[in-house]
């Protein structure tokens, strides 16, 4: 089992940037897909992006293609998300999740670990 951590949250502006970890304990993490979700008030969990274990290959959803990064480091346990040109919309609580696979995925239900979560706030 993978504990997660999530970090990097706030209130910020459009168009500004923000940063996202999770910090991931237990011997798994490496051999983890890793992903990042989020839920608005109201709204279903969507999926955000997710990269596979060896960091080579990453997924997006459409509304963040090319605005937002995910990136891992082993070494560290760590995942990352990158957002850049934020907007009102993006606004949410953002979760990682690790799933216990080498492919990556965008169904929630696939993954199997999730941290508490991290509030995003967008202001226009």
């Known amino acids: 089992q993978v504990q997660l951590v999530e970090s990097g949250g706030g209130l910020v502006q459009a168009g500004d940037s923000l940063r996202l970890s999770c910090a991931a304990s237990?011997?798994?993490?490496?051999?983890?897909?890793m992903g990042w979700f989020r839920q608005a008030p109201g709204k279903e969990r969507e999926f955000v992006a997710a990269?596979?274990?060896?960091?080579?290959?990453?997924h997006y959803a459409d509304s963040v293609k090319g605005r937002f990064t995910i990136s891992r480091d082993n070494a560290k346990n760590t995942v990352y998300l990158q957002m850049t040109s934020l907007k009102p919309a993006d606004t949410a609580v953002y979760y990682c999740?690790?799933?216990?696979?080498?492919?990556?995925?965008?169904?929630?239900?696939?993954?199997?670990?999730w941290g508490q979560g991290t509030q995003v706030t967008v202001s226009s």
């Open positions: 990269v596979s274990w060896s960091g080579n290959i990453q």
């Open positions: 999740a690790g799933r216990r696979s080498y492919t990556p995925s965008r169904d929630y239900t696939e993954y199997d670990d």
């Open positions: 237990g011997r798994t993490f490496s051999s983890s897909v």
